[in-house]
């Protein structure tokens, strides 16, 4: 069975850093990492950024300079580092990628969880 899990939440000071991590798990044939999201409190889910095919990001202007994406497709890992951050971002991180499984061959899209960031002195 496959598994997309996030990992490296927490809590963080204004200004600070923070690494979220994602990785997949089962018996992966294929991984491709493709987007990260948050979701804040009373609010809708929003993409943060979307890995573009040469493994570089687009970012929501929101983000813009301070957060970069990176992957490792072969390790079936996806990064989030988040510099410069601000209480508006708090929320809950998911990670977005297609997987194929060692079954059914078909790349289907898989979510993590989640893992809380929260930014607060």
């Known amino acids: 069975q496959v598994h997309l899990v996030e990992s490296g939440g927490g809590l963080v000071r204004p200004g600070g850093s923070l690494t979220v991590s994602c990785a997949g798990s089962g018996d992966i044939v294929y991984f491709e990492a493709k987007d990260w999201y948050r979701q804040a409190p009373g609010k809708e889910r929003e993409l943060v950024a979307s890995f573009t095919g040469d493994g570089s990001g687009i970012y929501d202007d929101s983000v813009k300079g301070r957060f970069t994406i990176s992957r490792d497709n072969d390790k079936k890992t996806m990064y989030l580092l988040m510099n410069k951050v601000k209480p508006e971002d708090t929320a809950v991180y998911y990670c977005?990628?297609?997987?194929?499984?060692?079954?059914?061959?078909?790349?289907?899209?898989?979510w993590g969880r989640g893992t809380q960031v929260t930014v607060s002195s």
């Open positions: 977005h990628a297609v997987i194929a499984d060692a079954t059914t061959y078909r790349g289907n899209d898989y």
